[in-house]
């Protein structure tokens, strides 16, 4: 089983500043099932990129996503009010299953 | 563009089955390549994948909770459904329903909070 460790846990930035997430795979994976999502208050998740770096439909162009084997980040370029939430990765393993990274919390510093 | 929709009883007694349901909306759900899952997420805490279905029918499900869980489709009604059997207060959750026509969920449901108390 594959297990998603992302770091930190929470991430205390100013609006306009550049947002820095990574998500560790347990073991690699194909890039092609690593997804992140995000969460605001009260709300279900929201698909920002899949495919590792190709952004959901609507997904402005200041989220980003890179990465390959068991090293994974979310940047978001520039900080906008309505970005500060949680952020999820997930992964899409054999058998199949489904796993989530424990969530970074980006909140207004 | 499809939409979905939980729904099921918000309290649930311990020991007891929790059973919710899941509408889809656009497209019919035995047609289409999708897994339709359930996802929780326990107050406070992240997200928990709890199993999927495929369109055909072939169940696949969390380790962690494979012996009380059943997921299973009304192509009738264009729903699928989960039970969760004797149901604990660390069950307490909000619950999800998505599709997934790849390896990634989208769209969600907008959740449901079930709660397990007596």
């Known amino acids: 089983e594959v297990v998603l460790t992302q770091s930190p846990g929470t991430l205390s930035l100013s609006p306009g500043e550049r947002a820095t997430v990574s998500c560790r795979a347990s073991?690699?994976?194909?890039?092609?099932?690593l997804a992140w999502y995000q969460q605001r208050p009260g709300q279900a998740p929201r698909l920002l990129i899949y495919g590792a770096s190709s952004r959901a439909t609507g997904i402005p162009d200041r989220f980003s996503g890179s990465g390959s084997g068991t090293d994974f980040t979310l940047t978001i370029s520039r900080l906008e009010p309505e970005d500060f939430a949680v952020y999820y990765c997930?992964?899409?393993?054999?058998?199949?299953?489904?796993?989530f990274g424990q969530g970074t919390k980006v909140e207004i510093k | 563009q499809m939409h979905l929709q939980e729904s099921g009883p918000g309290l649930v007694k311990p020991s007891e089955t929790l059973s919710l349901t899941c509408t889809v909306s656009v497209g019919s759900i035995s047609s289409s390549s999708y897994f339709w899952a359930w996802i929780r997420q326990p107050p406070e805490k992240g997200l928990e994948w709890i199993g999927s279905?495929?369109?055909?029918?072939?169940?696949y499900y969390n380790p962690s909770l494979r012996s009380r869980v059943t997921i299973s489709v009304d192509t009738s009604k264009n729903q699928f459904s989960l039970k969760l059997r004797s149901v604990t207060a660390a069950d307490t959750a909000v619950y999800y329903c998505?599709?997934?026509?790849?390896?990634?969920?989208?769209?969600w449901g907008q959740g449901t909070l079930v709660t397990v108390s007596s």
């Open positions: 998505a599709s997934a026509d790849d390896y990634w969920f989208d769209p």
């Open positions: 997930q992964q899409y393993g054999s058998s199949p299953t489904w796993t």
């Open positions: 279905v495929y369109h055909s029918g072939s169940t």
């Open positions: 073991q690699s994976i194909s890039s092609s099932y």
